[in-house]
């Protein structure tokens, strides 16, 4: 009788650590992580795969035109910047292309520095007082005329959908004066 007990209790053991693990195997994965970098702190991350892309912007205290970077995931699992969009030369915007690069009109007028392929392992960026600083999950260009109006723009709602890109305030995430690190890392949970 003892023994049927103890071998009751050892599958049941066994049945929670599978059951477990289970539920661990289906939440792991790449992601990328924001951090609040001033306290460590994760403030969120986003499931994305090789090939995904991610896009950060905010409104240039200059010109008042919207300025994007993005990123893209590539199969080995790294971070590269890819594109930067914007409207207008000025203060610590690029205005000669680099080795392999390209600079193009866009039809909006933006301009289009792209090819830049340059890898990060992480990157930081202040979350402003002035404008926010947008983070959009997916390819914008299908749906870029109406992100621009999003980007930089302190939204009622934190997270917005806007066709398949999701758009997502910084400073809902880590603070009006804040500092957000971005980092594309394997998570277990």
Not at 49 to 60: T, Y
Not at 118 to 131: A, K, N, P, W
Not at 139 to 166: M, N, R, S, T
Request: net charge negative; hydrophobic share 45%; with cysteine.
């Amino acid at each position: 009788m003892f023994h049927k007990k103890r071998g009751i209790g050892a599958a049941a053991i066994i049945a929670v650590i599978a059951a477990a693990l289970l539920i661990l195997s289906q939440r792991s994965g790449w992601y990328l992580v924001v951090t609040d970098a001033r306290t460590g702190q994760e403030a969120a991350r986003y499931p994305l795969e090789a090939g995904d892309q991610f896009a950060v912007g905010f409104i240039h205290s200059v010109n008042l035109r919207p300025l994007v970077d993005v990123y893209q995931i590539s199969d080995d699992h790294q971070m590269y910047a890819e594109e930067t969009i914007y409207y207008q030369f000025g203060a610590g915007v690029q205005t000669q292309v680099n080795e392999g690069e390209t600079m193009t009109i866009g039809s909006d007028n933006a301009i289009v520095v792209g090819s830049i392929h340059q890898l990060f392992e992480e990157f930081t960026c202040s979350v402003g007082v002035v404008s926010d600083r947008t983070l959009m999950l997916g390819d914008i260009h299908p749906e870029y005329d109406v992100l621009k109006d999003l980007i930089g723009v302190f939204p009622e709602d934190a997270v917005q959908q806007v066709g398949d890109v999701q758009v997502v305030s910084l400073s809902a995430l880590v603070g009006r004066e804040g500092l957000a690190s971005f980092r594309y890392e394997y998570r277990w949970f």
